[in-house]
């Protein structure tokens, strides 16, 4: 079975600092990763993804992650915070013998001036 | 716009009545998925289409929950004599072939039984 963890059910920044939004994971093997960004009365919107390769992924609208396979996170970050990625953001993990992703709870980003 | 469109956007009804929605996917896109979602929690996937062909339903809520993709375009998703309990935000997705591609996501459709 599959399952992912975003301890945070909201984190707080100041605009301008840095923030990282946690992601851990369990699957057998190697995982499918993503993340996903929901604005209020809007679908989800996909941001980034790990596949294989470099464990550093960069994303739309300035977002990276990294994936970390000892610690099986893929936590989201990004350098300078915008008022504006005040949002709902949720990590989701496929194994790769399925096409069936299993999403977080979801992480409320809370930006503030 | 050519993304995923959902209707209706909303929907209200009576417990015992049944419903059905419908989701036009991106043209180019086979995979298409259905989720609800409550509030305070993720996507939780219920099923989904590879062209016309079911592939995993066993994730259907009950018996009442069922979806169609009859010429593997748009879906729709039915659910029979509503409950309460099945007031939820219902999303669909669709994804291009293969294993690595990321979703893409309607608005959902706010389904409140009263």
């Known amino acids: 079975a599959q399952s992912v963890a975003q301890p945070e059910d909201q984190v707080k920044v100041a605009e301008g600092n840095p923030l990282t939004v946690k992601c851990t994971y369990s699957v057998s093997g190697n995982p499918y990763l993503f993340w996903y960004v929901q604005y209020p009365n809007r679908g989800l919107q996909f941001l980034l993804k790990?596949?294989?390769?470099?464990?550093l992924v960069k994303g739309s609208y300035g977002f990276e992650a990294e994936f970390n396979k000892s610690q099986t996170s893929f936590h989201l970050k990004k350098p300078s915070a915008l008022v504006s990625d005040s949002a709902l953001y949720f990590c989701a993990v496929r194994d790769r013998r399925s096409y069936i992703p299993t999403f977080g709870r979801g992480t409320s980003l809370i930006v503030h001036p | 716009d050519t993304g995923v469109s959902q209707d209706p956007r909303h929907k209200i009804t009576k417990r015992g009545q049944n419903v059905t929605f419908r989701c036009d996917p991106i043209s180019e896109h086979n995979r298409l998925y259905w989720y609800r979602q409550t509030l305070g929690q993720g996507p939780e996937f219920l099923t989904y289409?590879?062209?016309?062909?079911?592939?995993?339903k066993s994730r259907l809520l009950s018996d009442r929950f069922s979806a169609e993709r009859p010429k593997g375009s748009f879906s729709t998703l039915e659910i029979q004599r509503t409950e309460q309990g099945d007031s939820a935000m219902y999303l669909c997705a669709s994804s291009q072939g293969g294993q690595n591609y990321e979703q893409y996501f309607g608005p959902g459709t706010r389904l409140t039984v009263t």
């Open positions: 790990y596949i294989t390769g470099d464990n």
């Open positions: 289409f590879q062209n016309e062909a079911q592939l995993e």
